[in-house]
């Protein structure tokens, strides 16, 4: 079993920045998968970045530019920094733990842009 803790969400006005943090513990393999999606109100879930504990990245076209991903493998977390933030990022926040086909997900965090 893997936990995952989430932290860094709130408000802040369009343009603004906030960064996320996410821990991981429990049975963590050394080689994963560890990430952000989210879920606007009536949305679905998507994806919005993701690094492999090799260091390779991927990010929703939409956060390109604007938002990026880290993690510290010793501390067996991930990180998302968002600046330039939009209405449109306004949604929960979901960390995700991935590892020998098994998923986890983070209780999430709301990040919500309004002036």
């Known amino acids: 079993q893997v936990q995952l803790v989430e932290s860094g969400g709130g408000l802040v006005q369009p343009g603004g920045s906030l960064r996320l943090s996410c821990a991981a513990s429990?049975?963590?393999?050394?080689?994963?998968?560890m990430g952000w999606y989210r879920q606007a109100p009536g949305k679905q879930r998507e994806l919005v970045a993701v690094i492999h504990s090799g260091g390779n990245t991927n990010y929703a076209d939409s956060v390109k530019g604007r938002f990026a991903i880290s993690r510290d493998n010793a501390k067996n977390t991930v990180y998302l920094q968002m600046d330039s933030l939009k209405y449109e990022d306004t949604a929960v926040y979901y960390c995700t733990y991935s590892a020998r086909g098994s998923d986890y997900w983070g209780q999430g965090t709301q990040v919500s842009v309004s002036s």
């Open positions: 429990g049975s963590i393999f050394r080689i994963n998968v």
